[in-house]
């Protein structure tokens, strides 16, 4: 793979355990090719043309990606680990794409992943951020490479091991993914 790609994470944090999973997946995918991450209200609001992979990820609040009123809702719970005025869901709602490269190359090869994290105790419960987004962003027309769900001890964490290693691995596949040394995640 050129080494001019990247794979750029965008990722949503109130109490630090979804932050804590970017940077697992970040890890992971490193293996493969560079990847940076970058909280939700830094984000740009399109793509760098030079961004292969794009991963979003956020908590799952309310059965789905967070809203300015569950983030209030965290705000008052505990610390969070950054400002509630943006989510991803608000994120997704203004990206833009850039349509080509510098070589004219089609915005299509990019490919999209999402991830949230959720309350184990909820696991069997059909709420998912990472799952909302998706949907989201194949209805704007990206391609979806996986989702995954990473789950937290409590509502403030913490996260466990277990987990922070299951989204590293998650990264290492996606990487395979792209630079074609593995067919599904
Ligand atoms: C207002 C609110 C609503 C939540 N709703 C859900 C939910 O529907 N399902 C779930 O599994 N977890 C739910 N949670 C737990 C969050 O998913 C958990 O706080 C999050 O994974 C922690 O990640 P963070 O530290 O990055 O914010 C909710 C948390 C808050 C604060």
Redesign the pocket.
Same mark, same amino acid.
């Given at each position: 793979m050129s080494e001019t790609v990247r794979a750029l994470i965008v990722y949503e944090?109130?109490? +630090?355990? =979804?932050?804590r999973v970017a940077q697992a997946i970040r890890d992971g995918l490193r293996g493969s090719l560079p990847a940076d991450m970058v909280p939700v209200y830094q984000a740009p609001s399109a793509i760098p043309a030079d961004v292969r992979l794009l991963v979003v990820g956020g908590?799952?609040? !309310?059965?789905s990606m967070s809203r300015v009123t569950?983030r209030q809702? !965290?705000w008052k719970?505990a610390d969070v680990v950054m400002p509630i005025e943006v989510g991803i869901r608000e994120w997704l709602s203004v990206l833009g794409i850039d349509t080509q490269d510098a070589s004219g190359r089609p915005a299509s090869r990019l490919e999209v992943a999402t991830f949230d994290?959720?309350?184990a105790k +909820?696991r069997r419960?059909p709420?998912s951020a990472a799952r909302a987004a998706a949907k989201v962003l194949r209805r704007m027309g990206f391609r979806l490479t996986s989702s995954a769900s990473f789950f937290?001890d409590e =509502? =403030?964490?913490p996260i466990s091991e277990v987990e922070v290693e299951r989204a590293r691995h998650w990264g290492e596949e996606l990487g395979s993914i792209l630079t074609g040394s593995s067919t599904a995640v």
């Amino acid at each position: 793979m050129s080494e001019t790609v990247r794979a750029l994470i965008v990722y949503e944090s109130m109490f +630090g355990n =979804t932050e804590r999973v970017a940077q697992a997946i970040r890890d992971g995918l490193r293996g493969s090719l560079p990847a940076d991450m970058v909280p939700v209200y830094q984000a740009p609001s399109a793509i760098p043309a030079d961004v292969r992979l794009l991963v979003v990820g956020g908590p799952t609040h !309310a059965f789905s990606m967070s809203r300015v009123t569950t983030r209030q809702e !965290a705000w008052k719970q505990a610390d969070v680990v950054m400002p509630i005025e943006v989510g991803i869901r608000e994120w997704l709602s203004v990206l833009g794409i850039d349509t080509q490269d510098a070589s004219g190359r089609p915005a299509s090869r990019l490919e999209v992943a999402t991830f949230d994290t959720r309350i184990a105790k +909820g696991r069997r419960l059909p709420g998912s951020a990472a799952r909302a987004a998706a949907k989201v962003l194949r209805r704007m027309g990206f391609r979806l490479t996986s989702s995954a769900s990473f789950f937290v001890d409590e =509502t =403030t964490g913490p996260i466990s091991e277990v987990e922070v290693e299951r989204a590293r691995h998650w990264g290492e596949e996606l990487g395979s993914i792209l630079t074609g040394s593995s067919t599904a995640v």
